[in-house]
DNA sequence: TTTAAATACACCCAAATTGGGTGAGATTCG
DNA sequence: CGAATCTCACCCAATTTGGGTGTATTTAAA
Protein backbone atom coordinates (compact mmCIF):
# COMPACT_ATOMS: atom_id res chain seq x y z
CA UNK A 1 0.00 0.00 0.00
CA UNK A 2 2.18 2.69 -1.34
CA UNK A 3 -0.40 5.55 -1.77
CA UNK A 4 2.17 8.41 -0.76
CA UNK A 5 4.65 7.86 -3.04
CA UNK A 6 5.65 11.53 -3.26
CA UNK A 7 6.38 11.70 0.44
CA UNK A 8 9.00 9.06 0.02
CA UNK A 9 12.77 10.24 0.16
CA UNK A 10 13.79 8.71 -3.67
CA UNK A 11 17.52 7.84 -2.81
CA UNK A 12 20.50 6.89 -5.35
CA UNK A 13 23.75 5.38 -4.45
CA UNK A 14 27.19 5.29 -6.49
CA UNK A 15 29.72 3.07 -4.93
CA UNK A 16 31.64 0.62 -6.28
CA UNK A 17 32.29 -1.73 -2.95
CA UNK A 18 29.26 -4.07 -3.62
CA UNK A 19 29.43 -5.24 -0.03
CA UNK A 20 29.18 -1.39 1.21
CA UNK A 21 26.48 -0.70 -1.58
CA UNK A 22 24.08 -3.36 -1.13
CA UNK A 23 24.69 -2.89 2.72
CA UNK A 24 23.23 0.87 2.20
CA UNK A 25 20.74 -0.10 0.03
CA UNK A 26 19.15 -2.49 2.80
CA UNK A 27 19.91 -0.51 5.39
CA UNK A 28 18.08 2.63 3.18
CA UNK A 29 15.01 0.72 2.61
CA UNK A 30 14.46 -0.41 6.25
CA UNK A 31 13.39 3.34 6.78
CA UNK A 32 9.75 4.29 6.71
CA UNK A 33 9.62 6.89 4.24
CA UNK A 34 13.09 5.84 2.16
CA UNK A 35 13.11 4.46 -0.98
CA UNK A 36 16.32 3.52 -2.84
CA UNK A 37 15.56 4.04 -6.47
CA UNK A 38 18.78 2.86 -7.84
CA UNK A 39 22.50 1.76 -7.20
CA UNK A 40 25.35 2.43 -9.38
CA UNK A 41 28.88 0.96 -9.06
CA UNK A 42 30.49 3.93 -10.98
CA UNK A 43 30.02 7.39 -11.92
CA UNK A 44 29.41 6.80 -15.82
CA UNK A 45 26.23 4.54 -15.53
CA UNK A 46 24.74 6.61 -13.17
CA UNK A 47 25.10 10.10 -14.88
CA UNK A 48 23.00 7.81 -17.67
CA UNK A 49 20.44 7.59 -15.29
CA UNK A 50 19.91 10.39 -13.02
CA UNK A 51 16.96 12.23 -15.07
CA UNK A 52 15.15 9.25 -15.32
CA UNK A 53 15.65 8.18 -11.46
CA UNK A 54 15.42 11.67 -10.45
CA UNK A 55 16.43 11.08 -7.09
CA UNK A 56 15.98 13.77 -4.22
CA UNK A 57 19.42 12.18 -2.43
CA UNK A 58 22.56 10.85 -4.05
CA UNK A 59 25.05 9.43 -1.72
CA UNK A 60 28.41 9.05 -3.83
CA UNK A 61 32.03 7.28 -2.96
CA UNK A 62 34.70 9.80 -4.47
CA UNK A 63 36.95 6.59 -5.08
CA UNK A 64 35.43 4.60 -8.00
CA UNK A 65 36.95 3.22 -11.43
CA UNK A 66 36.62 5.17 -14.23
CA UNK A 67 35.29 9.06 -13.59
CA UNK A 68 35.60 9.85 -10.09
CA UNK A 69 33.47 11.35 -7.74
CA UNK A 70 34.22 14.89 -7.69
CA UNK A 71 33.75 14.80 -11.77
CA UNK A 72 30.57 12.66 -11.44
CA UNK A 73 29.41 15.62 -8.87
CA UNK A 74 29.79 18.44 -11.16
CA UNK A 75 28.46 16.92 -14.23
CA UNK A 76 25.05 15.51 -12.31
CA UNK A 77 24.27 19.05 -10.90
CA UNK A 78 24.76 20.15 -14.32
CA UNK A 79 21.63 17.11 -15.77
CA UNK A 80 19.91 17.44 -12.56
CA UNK A 81 20.72 19.97 -10.66
CA UNK A 82 17.51 19.62 -8.14
CA UNK A 83 19.27 16.46 -6.25
CA UNK A 84 21.42 16.20 -2.92
CA UNK A 85 24.33 15.04 -3.23
CA UNK A 86 26.50 13.71 -0.30
CA UNK A 87 29.80 12.30 -0.09
CA UNK A 88 30.81 9.26 2.03
CA UNK A 89 33.78 8.01 1.63
CA UNK A 90 37.07 7.11 3.57
CA UNK A 91 39.28 9.60 2.70
CA UNK A 92 39.62 13.15 4.76
CA UNK A 93 41.93 15.38 2.49
CA UNK A 94 41.74 18.32 2.90
CA UNK A 95 41.70 19.35 -1.18
CA UNK A 96 39.36 16.75 -1.41
CA UNK A 97 36.28 17.76 0.69
CA UNK A 98 36.86 21.69 -0.56
CA UNK A 99 36.73 20.10 -4.16
CA UNK A 100 34.03 18.00 -3.54
CA UNK A 101 31.69 20.98 -1.85
CA UNK A 102 32.94 23.91 -4.63
CA UNK A 103 31.71 20.84 -7.03
CA UNK A 104 28.12 20.85 -5.14
CA UNK A 105 28.49 18.45 -2.50
CA UNK A 106 25.78 19.70 -0.07
CA UNK A 107 27.14 16.67 2.98
CA UNK A 108 30.62 15.03 3.30
CA UNK A 109 30.52 11.82 5.36
CA UNK A 110 33.58 9.85 6.38
CA UNK A 111 32.88 6.01 6.47
CA UNK A 112 33.94 5.82 9.97
CA UNK A 113 30.35 6.16 11.46
CA UNK A 114 27.39 4.43 12.85
CA UNK A 115 25.12 3.70 10.01
CA UNK A 116 22.43 5.26 11.64
CA UNK A 117 24.26 8.59 10.89
CA UNK A 118 23.84 8.15 7.00
CA UNK A 119 20.23 8.27 7.89
CA UNK A 120 19.97 11.50 9.85
CA UNK A 121 22.40 13.12 7.22
CA UNK A 122 19.36 12.43 4.25
CA UNK A 123 17.12 13.64 6.71
CA UNK A 124 19.31 16.56 7.68
CA UNK A 125 19.81 17.43 4.06
CA UNK A 126 16.13 17.64 2.75
CA UNK A 127 15.77 19.46 5.74
CA UNK A 128 18.01 22.28 4.37
CA UNK A 129 20.49 21.45 6.43
CA UNK A 130 24.73 20.13 5.71
CA UNK A 131 25.14 16.83 7.39
CA UNK A 132 29.16 16.84 7.99
CA UNK A 133 31.31 14.34 9.99
CA UNK A 134 32.91 16.33 12.85
CA UNK A 135 36.03 16.34 11.44
CA UNK A 136 34.93 17.58 8.21
CA UNK A 137 32.98 20.42 9.68
CA UNK A 138 36.41 21.45 11.55
CA UNK A 139 37.88 21.53 8.54
CA UNK A 140 35.12 23.71 6.47
CA UNK A 141 35.03 26.22 9.35
CA UNK A 142 39.04 26.46 9.57
CA UNK A 143 39.32 27.19 6.13
CA UNK A 144 37.66 30.25 6.82
CA UNK A 145 40.28 31.63 9.63
CA UNK A 146 43.35 32.94 9.40
CA UNK A 147 46.93 32.18 10.43
CA UNK A 148 47.72 33.62 13.79
CA UNK A 149 51.31 33.84 12.93
CA UNK A 150 51.78 35.94 9.86
CA UNK A 151 54.83 37.94 8.93
CA UNK A 152 52.63 40.71 7.84
CA UNK A 153 51.51 43.75 9.74
CA UNK A 154 48.49 44.72 9.73
CA UNK A 155 48.38 47.43 7.45
CA UNK A 156 50.26 45.21 4.84
CA UNK A 157 47.50 42.66 5.06
CA UNK A 158 45.16 45.76 4.13
CA UNK A 159 47.04 46.08 1.40
CA UNK A 160 47.85 42.65 0.06
CA UNK A 161 43.51 41.92 0.41
CA UNK A 162 43.39 44.47 -1.65
CA UNK A 163 45.84 43.30 -4.23
CA UNK A 164 44.32 40.28 -4.09
CA UNK A 165 40.97 42.11 -5.53
CA UNK A 166 42.60 43.11 -8.39
CA UNK A 167 42.83 47.00 -7.08
CA UNK A 168 45.98 48.76 -8.52
CA UNK A 169 48.50 50.62 -6.58
CA UNK A 170 46.40 53.90 -6.94
CA UNK A 171 43.01 52.19 -6.20
CA UNK A 172 44.82 51.39 -3.14
CA UNK A 173 45.89 54.24 -2.42
CA UNK A 174 42.53 55.79 -2.32
CA UNK A 175 40.99 53.25 -0.50
CA UNK A 176 43.31 53.59 2.16
CA UNK A 177 43.88 57.29 2.03
CA UNK A 178 47.12 57.32 1.91
CA UNK A 179 49.91 58.29 -0.98
CA UNK A 180 50.67 55.85 -3.94
CA UNK A 181 54.21 55.83 -2.72
CA UNK A 182 52.91 54.27 0.62
CA UNK A 183 51.34 51.91 -0.73
CA UNK A 184 54.40 50.84 -3.27
CA UNK A 185 56.64 50.94 -0.07
CA UNK A 186 54.19 49.11 1.53
CA UNK A 187 54.09 46.41 -1.52
CA UNK A 188 58.09 46.21 -1.68
CA UNK A 189 58.11 45.36 2.09
CA UNK A 190 55.50 42.30 1.57
CA UNK A 191 57.53 41.13 -1.12
CA UNK A 192 60.89 41.01 0.60
CA UNK A 193 59.03 39.48 3.36
CA UNK A 194 57.39 36.79 1.35
CA UNK A 195 60.63 35.99 -0.52
CA UNK A 196 58.67 37.07 -3.82
CA UNK A 197 58.79 39.24 -6.56
CA UNK A 198 55.44 39.65 -8.07
CA UNK A 199 52.02 40.42 -7.62
CA UNK A 200 50.64 36.94 -7.96
CA UNK A 201 53.73 35.15 -6.50
CA UNK A 202 52.85 37.20 -3.11
CA UNK A 203 49.03 36.14 -3.53
CA UNK A 204 49.55 32.68 -4.45
CA UNK A 205 51.67 32.31 -1.56
CA UNK A 206 49.49 34.59 0.74
CA UNK A 207 46.46 32.44 0.28
CA UNK A 208 48.68 29.21 0.40
CA UNK A 209 49.76 30.56 4.17
CA UNK A 210 46.10 31.94 4.66
CA UNK A 211 47.43 35.67 5.52
CA UNK A 212 44.47 36.83 3.76
CA UNK B 1 34.05 15.94 46.06
CA UNK B 2 35.56 17.37 42.99
CA UNK B 3 38.89 15.75 43.05
CA UNK B 4 38.87 15.62 38.76
CA UNK B 5 38.46 19.62 37.80
CA UNK B 6 41.23 18.76 35.56
CA UNK B 7 38.45 17.09 33.12
CA UNK B 8 36.09 19.68 33.83
CA UNK B 9 35.00 21.98 30.64
CA UNK B 10 34.90 25.12 31.83
CA UNK B 11 32.76 27.54 30.42
CA UNK B 12 32.67 31.19 29.89
CA UNK B 13 29.33 33.21 28.86
CA UNK B 14 28.72 36.35 27.10
CA UNK B 15 25.40 37.67 26.88
CA UNK B 16 23.76 40.53 27.74
CA UNK B 17 20.08 39.42 28.65
CA UNK B 18 19.97 38.47 31.91
CA UNK B 19 17.47 36.12 31.76
CA UNK B 20 19.16 33.43 28.98
CA UNK B 21 22.55 33.80 30.74
CA UNK B 22 21.22 33.08 33.79
CA UNK B 23 19.17 30.15 32.12
CA UNK B 24 22.41 28.92 30.49
CA UNK B 25 24.29 28.88 33.42
CA UNK B 26 21.69 26.43 35.40
CA UNK B 27 21.67 24.42 32.55
CA UNK B 28 24.84 23.89 31.99
CA UNK B 29 25.98 23.95 35.98
CA UNK B 30 23.78 20.85 35.46
CA UNK B 31 25.67 18.61 33.30
CA UNK B 32 28.54 16.13 34.72
CA UNK B 33 31.67 17.54 33.42
CA UNK B 34 30.85 21.19 32.92
CA UNK B 35 31.44 23.95 35.16
CA UNK B 36 30.47 28.14 34.02
CA UNK B 37 33.20 29.74 35.58
CA UNK B 38 32.24 33.51 34.72
CA UNK B 39 29.33 34.42 32.74
CA UNK B 40 29.53 38.50 31.45
CA UNK B 41 27.10 40.32 29.76
CA UNK B 42 29.54 42.53 27.80
CA UNK B 43 33.24 41.99 25.31
CA UNK B 44 34.86 44.41 27.80
CA UNK B 45 34.24 42.31 31.09
CA UNK B 46 35.11 39.69 29.18
CA UNK B 47 38.10 40.80 27.13
CA UNK B 48 39.51 41.76 30.61
CA UNK B 49 38.99 38.36 32.53
CA UNK B 50 39.40 35.84 30.07
CA UNK B 51 43.46 35.31 30.82
CA UNK B 52 42.55 34.60 34.13
CA UNK B 53 39.08 32.53 33.41
CA UNK B 54 40.92 30.27 30.95
CA UNK B 55 37.90 28.62 29.67
CA UNK B 56 37.94 25.81 27.16
CA UNK B 57 34.61 27.05 25.63
CA UNK B 58 32.82 30.57 25.23
CA UNK B 59 29.41 30.83 24.51
CA UNK B 60 29.42 34.52 23.02
CA UNK B 61 26.52 36.60 21.79
CA UNK B 62 26.58 38.78 18.77
CA UNK B 63 24.55 41.67 19.68
CA UNK B 64 25.74 43.42 22.68
CA UNK B 65 25.49 46.12 24.36
CA UNK B 66 29.38 48.22 23.32
CA UNK B 67 31.87 46.04 21.57
CA UNK B 68 30.11 43.59 19.44
CA UNK B 69 30.98 39.77 19.28
CA UNK B 70 32.73 39.48 16.17
CA UNK B 71 35.23 42.20 17.61
CA UNK B 72 35.30 40.28 20.81
CA UNK B 73 35.97 36.99 19.28
CA UNK B 74 38.83 38.81 17.30
CA UNK B 75 40.34 39.96 20.36
CA UNK B 76 39.68 37.06 22.39
CA UNK B 77 41.39 34.76 19.80
CA UNK B 78 44.62 37.32 20.10
CA UNK B 79 44.66 37.28 23.88
CA UNK B 80 44.04 33.82 24.78
CA UNK B 81 43.74 31.74 21.52
CA UNK B 82 43.14 28.19 23.72
CA UNK B 83 39.31 28.90 23.97
CA UNK B 84 36.83 27.78 21.38
CA UNK B 85 34.38 30.32 20.82
CA UNK B 86 30.77 29.04 19.61
CA UNK B 87 28.26 31.62 18.99
CA UNK B 88 25.00 31.87 20.33
CA UNK B 89 22.69 34.59 18.43
CA UNK B 90 19.48 35.30 16.95
CA UNK B 91 20.89 36.56 14.31
CA UNK B 92 21.10 34.15 10.81
CA UNK B 93 22.20 37.04 8.71
CA UNK B 94 24.98 35.69 5.89
CA UNK B 95 27.41 38.12 6.52
CA UNK B 96 27.71 37.86 10.04
CA UNK B 97 27.85 34.03 10.16
CA UNK B 98 30.88 34.28 7.35
CA UNK B 99 32.28 37.77 9.48
CA UNK B 100 32.34 35.68 12.72
CA UNK B 101 34.17 32.55 11.63
CA UNK B 102 36.66 34.72 9.96
CA UNK B 103 37.20 36.42 12.89
CA UNK B 104 37.91 32.72 14.74
CA UNK B 105 34.43 31.12 15.74
CA UNK B 106 34.57 27.37 15.79
CA UNK B 107 30.56 27.21 16.02
CA UNK B 108 27.13 29.37 15.15
CA UNK B 109 23.86 28.17 16.87
CA UNK B 110 21.20 30.18 16.33
CA UNK B 111 19.06 30.37 19.14
CA UNK B 112 16.04 29.08 18.52
CA UNK B 113 17.41 25.28 19.17
CA UNK B 114 16.61 23.17 21.73
CA UNK B 115 18.50 23.92 25.37
CA UNK B 116 19.81 20.58 24.99
CA UNK B 117 21.64 21.45 21.51
CA UNK B 118 24.07 23.61 23.37
CA UNK B 119 25.06 21.10 25.52
CA UNK B 120 25.36 18.72 22.39
CA UNK B 121 27.22 21.53 20.57
CA UNK B 122 29.92 21.79 23.66
CA UNK B 123 30.74 18.45 23.63
CA UNK B 124 30.79 18.33 19.82
CA UNK B 125 33.72 21.29 19.65
CA UNK B 126 35.31 20.00 22.60
CA UNK B 127 35.98 16.47 20.86
CA UNK B 128 37.07 18.46 17.44
CA UNK B 129 34.05 19.14 15.44
CA UNK B 130 32.43 22.67 14.53
CA UNK B 131 28.82 22.63 15.63
CA UNK B 132 26.77 24.76 13.65
CA UNK B 133 22.71 24.86 13.55
CA UNK B 134 21.43 23.35 10.13
CA UNK B 135 20.51 26.43 8.51
CA UNK B 136 24.05 27.94 9.29
CA UNK B 137 25.75 24.64 7.95
CA UNK B 138 23.81 25.08 4.75
CA UNK B 139 24.85 28.57 4.21
CA UNK B 140 28.49 27.74 5.31
CA UNK B 141 28.68 24.95 2.43
CA UNK B 142 26.79 26.83 -0.17
CA UNK B 143 29.76 29.72 -0.12
CA UNK B 144 32.09 27.15 -1.93
CA UNK B 145 29.56 26.53 -4.08
CA UNK B 146 29.38 28.85 -7.87
CA UNK B 147 26.69 30.54 -9.42
CA UNK B 148 24.85 28.06 -12.24
CA UNK B 149 23.75 30.96 -14.36
CA UNK B 150 26.94 32.39 -15.46
CA UNK B 151 27.13 34.35 -17.93
CA UNK B 152 30.57 33.18 -18.50
CA UNK B 153 31.77 30.58 -20.66
CA UNK B 154 33.91 28.10 -19.06
CA UNK B 155 36.89 29.49 -21.12
CA UNK B 156 36.33 32.69 -20.00
CA UNK B 157 35.36 31.98 -16.32
CA UNK B 158 38.81 30.12 -16.55
CA UNK B 159 40.72 33.23 -17.46
CA UNK B 160 39.02 35.60 -14.89
CA UNK B 161 39.82 32.94 -12.43
CA UNK B 162 43.76 33.10 -12.99
CA UNK B 163 43.18 37.02 -13.35
CA UNK B 164 41.79 36.77 -9.97
CA UNK B 165 44.51 35.49 -8.51
CA UNK B 166 47.09 38.33 -9.58
CA UNK B 167 48.34 36.67 -13.00
CA UNK B 168 48.81 39.01 -15.68
CA UNK B 169 48.14 38.76 -19.24
CA UNK B 170 51.34 36.74 -20.39
CA UNK B 171 51.21 34.52 -17.14
CA UNK B 172 47.46 33.78 -18.09
CA UNK B 173 48.79 32.54 -21.61
CA UNK B 174 51.58 30.57 -20.21
CA UNK B 175 48.88 28.93 -17.82
CA UNK B 176 46.48 28.08 -20.67
CA UNK B 177 49.23 27.26 -23.48
CA UNK B 178 47.16 30.33 -25.57
CA UNK B 179 48.90 33.26 -27.23
CA UNK B 180 48.39 36.78 -24.82
CA UNK B 181 46.51 38.10 -27.55
CA UNK B 182 43.64 35.55 -27.13
CA UNK B 183 43.71 35.89 -23.74
CA UNK B 184 42.97 39.38 -24.21
CA UNK B 185 39.73 38.97 -26.71
CA UNK B 186 38.71 37.02 -23.78
CA UNK B 187 39.02 39.52 -21.02
CA UNK B 188 37.14 42.31 -23.62
CA UNK B 189 34.54 39.98 -23.91
CA UNK B 190 34.53 39.15 -19.96
CA UNK B 191 34.47 42.94 -19.28
CA UNK B 192 31.24 43.45 -22.45
CA UNK B 193 29.40 40.48 -20.27
CA UNK B 194 30.04 41.91 -16.90
CA UNK B 195 29.43 45.33 -18.03
CA UNK B 196 32.60 46.12 -16.67
CA UNK B 197 35.93 48.15 -17.64
CA UNK B 198 38.47 47.06 -15.61
CA UNK B 199 40.18 43.99 -13.96
CA UNK B 200 39.46 45.20 -10.14
CA UNK B 201 35.71 45.65 -11.30
CA UNK B 202 35.55 42.55 -13.07
CA UNK B 203 37.15 40.44 -9.90
CA UNK B 204 34.85 42.56 -7.48
CA UNK B 205 31.73 41.43 -9.51
CA UNK B 206 32.60 37.86 -10.48
CA UNK B 207 33.21 37.65 -6.46
CA UNK B 208 29.58 38.87 -5.79
CA UNK B 209 27.99 36.78 -7.91
CA UNK B 210 29.66 34.04 -7.58
CA UNK B 211 31.35 33.56 -10.78
CA UNK B 212 35.22 32.70 -9.51
C1' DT C 1 21.13 23.83 -42.04
C1' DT C 2 21.61 28.43 -40.98
C1' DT C 3 22.83 31.24 -36.97
C1' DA C 4 24.94 32.48 -32.94
C1' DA C 5 28.40 31.69 -29.61
C1' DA C 6 32.80 30.33 -28.37
C1' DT C 7 37.64 30.05 -29.12
C1' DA C 8 41.76 31.67 -31.09
C1' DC C 9 44.88 35.06 -33.13
C1' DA C 10 46.85 39.81 -35.10
C1' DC C 11 48.15 44.67 -35.11
C1' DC C 12 47.66 49.63 -33.68
C1' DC C 13 48.08 52.98 -29.87
C1' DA C 14 48.61 55.61 -25.51
C1' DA C 15 48.11 55.67 -20.72
C1' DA C 16 48.81 53.34 -16.58
C1' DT C 17 51.02 49.98 -13.84
C1' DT C 18 54.66 47.55 -11.93
C1' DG C 19 59.13 46.37 -9.84
C1' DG C 20 63.54 47.87 -8.24
C1' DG C 21 66.70 51.26 -6.07
C1' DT C 22 67.62 54.62 -2.35
C1' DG C 23 66.56 57.72 1.32
C1' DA C 24 64.09 59.79 5.18
C1' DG C 25 60.70 61.75 8.82
C1' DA C 26 57.10 60.29 12.26
C1' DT C 27 54.96 57.20 15.36
C1' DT C 28 54.20 53.36 18.25
C1' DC C 29 55.20 49.76 21.41
C1' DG C 30 57.89 46.72 24.32
C1' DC D 1 65.94 53.47 24.02
C1' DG D 2 65.46 50.85 19.66
C1' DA D 3 63.08 48.03 16.43
C1' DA D 4 59.24 47.92 13.74
C1' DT D 5 55.78 50.22 11.42
C1' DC D 6 53.79 53.73 8.61
C1' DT D 7 54.36 57.44 5.83
C1' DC D 8 56.13 59.93 1.61
C1' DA D 9 59.62 61.19 -2.28
C1' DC D 10 62.17 60.77 -6.68
C1' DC D 11 64.68 58.02 -10.37
C1' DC D 12 64.16 54.64 -14.14
C1' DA D 13 62.75 51.17 -17.63
C1' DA D 14 60.02 47.31 -18.86
C1' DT D 15 55.58 45.52 -18.76
C1' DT D 16 50.77 45.68 -18.51
C1' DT D 17 46.41 47.22 -19.51
C1' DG D 18 42.30 48.85 -21.93
C1' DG D 19 40.30 50.15 -26.20
C1' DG D 20 39.81 49.81 -31.24
C1' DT D 21 39.13 46.77 -35.37
C1' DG D 22 39.39 42.62 -38.06
C1' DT D 23 39.66 37.53 -39.14
C1' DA D 24 39.21 32.38 -39.01
C1' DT D 25 37.80 27.91 -37.12
C1' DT D 26 35.01 25.15 -34.27
C1' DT D 27 30.96 24.08 -31.67
C1' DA D 28 26.22 24.16 -30.17
C1' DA D 29 21.63 25.47 -30.63
C1' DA D 30 17.47 26.89 -33.38
Given at each position: ?SYQNTNLIKICL??????????FVMLLNENQGFKVVSA?????????????DKPNVVL???????????????????????????????????????????????????????????V??I???M??????????????????????????????????????????????????????????????????????????????????????
Amino acid sequence: MSYQNTNLIKICLVEDDNIIREGFVMLLNENQGFKVVSAYNNCEDFLKNVQNDKPNVVLMDIELPGMNGIEGIERAKKIYPHAQIIVVTVYENDDLVFKALCAGAGGYLTKNMPSQRLVEAIREIMSGGAPMSTNIARLVVASFQKNHNSPLSSRETEVLELLSRGKSYSNIAEGLFIDKETVRTHIKNIYWKLEVHSKAEAIEKAMKEKLI
